[in-house]
């Protein structure tokens, strides 16, 4: 399928993502799709930006298949996060670019699909445990001290 044809195609499963490829891409893409799989067991497989997305909440990565190359699509930060794993791949801002004729790091995906999935969890966790924090915090606060003022007007009611 050539690159003009993928982008008119729209898709409802992975299933069909990959179906519709060129039928020598298609282990690729099952590979990739394997790995994040592994890493990521309990998100949820989708169709995003009409490609392949793993997300829990929010996207977490996505992979498309390219006429020359497989595409991983992790985020801008995680690209630099692995940037000494990534050297001998063609990388730019949230892309990492896999030439088909190269093996496919299938560890590395795996190990930056959990990388997103962490991150996630790390930017989204301090909203809700501040907001648990917050509760406790009111409910263990110990009563308010008494002034000089009102020391002195109880002192005079029990006289």
């Not at 898709?11 to 592994?38: H, K, M, S």
């Not at 997305?53 to 992790?74: E, R, V």
């Not at 050297?87 to 093996?103: A, F, N, V």
Request: glycine letters at 4%.
């Amino acid at each position: 399928m050539s690159p003009e044809t993928m982008k008119k195609d729209t898709f409802e499963t992975i299933d069909q993502y990959i179906e519709a490829q060129d039928a020598e891409l298609r282990p690729y893409l099952i590979e990739v799709r394997d790995a994040i799989r592994g890493a990521l067991p309990d998100v949820t497989e989708t169709i995003s930006w009409s490609m392949p997305t793993y997300k829990d909440g929010q996207n977490l990565i996505h992979f498309a298949a390219s006429k020359n190359h497989i595409g991983i699509y992790p985020g801008d930060e995680a690209v630099v996060v692995f940037s000494e794993r990534l050297s001998e791949y063609d990388t730019s801002k949230g892309t990492i670019r896999i030439p088909y004729q190269h093996p496919l790091p299938l560890r590395l995906i795996q190990d930056i699909a959990n990388w997103c999935k962490q991150r996630q969890e790390e930017v989204t966790m301090p909203a809700a445990k501040k907001t648990t924090t917050t509760k406790k915090t009111a409910a263990k606060k110990p009563a308010a001290k008494k002034t000089t003022a009102a020391k002195k007007t109880t002192a005079k009611k029990t006289k």
